[in-house]
């Protein structure tokens, strides 16, 4: 009897455990908003990843095959949030990879449309609409967030975090403190003039900032930047942030010179949390995998160097902000 009674009271812990496993297991909402930017009042538009307890199959959103549906409802309860910020001449859904794992995970994720350095519009490239803007338009990113109906108040307005690739981790350095310096990128171009991106097609003498304007938002509490873009910081700038940031950096990159970028910023902020360096990658590993018509049109963004797995990676990305958003966001407690 007592064999039988153990057995009974496994099979009984046994089923509960795995109802509260199929309860916590999600799918991933998708949700489109519209955001004014801040400056010239254009609409920008963004990507709204969140967690449903419904099953959800993929989406073709562009070129992409993403894994969410629209039109489902975003999970009971509070969430913690996750701003996205792409690189240069990105797009909303190029990290889309990075999002879902976040929203499977139960965070509500908001990629934007960054205006004026886009892949549809580049107008404001290496102007101060761009490299202050940014960061603005993040905020206005958030601002739309929390008035949303039936979305702002499933955030968690005291768990906010941000991640952003290249010119995208710069934005989330701007938003946790630093401030660009335009002389430290003119050092940068003097010893490497032929940079074409940095220094050619956007040379030092026409980048200024109107150091008054604050690009700050102290309602973000971490950062999880990849490749980011950094010759506008120095070691003073890089200072300054003191929140947490995980560092996570492609060493073989051809685009942005480790040494004065992901490197400048392991080296710099004062709350390093997290480091990790990938042997032989390129800057544009930490794009979403490139489907076939992709490839095709761009190769430049969609070859990696030999050995170098990006879908591989992508999980690694993702499993590696997730563990750094639960320490920094779920388990340090109300600020």
Known sequence: MRIRSHLFLFVVLFACVQSVLAQARTGVGLRTIEVQEPRTGTVMPAMIFHPTVEDTATTKVGTYEIEGEFSRPTAPGKHPLVLLSHGHGGSAVGHHPLAVSLARAGYIVAAIEHAGDSYRDQSGFGTDRVLLGR????????????????????????????????????????????????????????????????????????IHFDQSLQTTDPRIRSAFVMSPLAVFFDKESLGAVTRPVFVH??????????????LAVRHGVRNLRGWRGIVGADHYVYLAPCPASMARSVPELCRDPAGIDRERLQVEVAESARSFFDETLLDAGPR
């Open 249 to 262: 950096a492609a060493m073989a990159d051809t685009v942005l010179k480790p040494r004065w970028n992901a």
């Open 135 to 206: 960061a603005w338009q993040i905020s206005a990113l958030l601002d739309a967030l929390m008035k949303a109906p039936e979305l702002g108040e499933r955030i968690d307005a005291d768990r906010i975090g941000v991640a952003g690739f290249s010119a995208g981790g710069y934005t989330s350095l701007l938003l946790l403190g630093a401030t660009p310096d335009g002389a430290n990128h003119a050092k940068y171009c003097t010893q490497f003039p032929q940079d074409e991106e940095l220094c050619v097609l956007s040379p030092s003498k026409a």
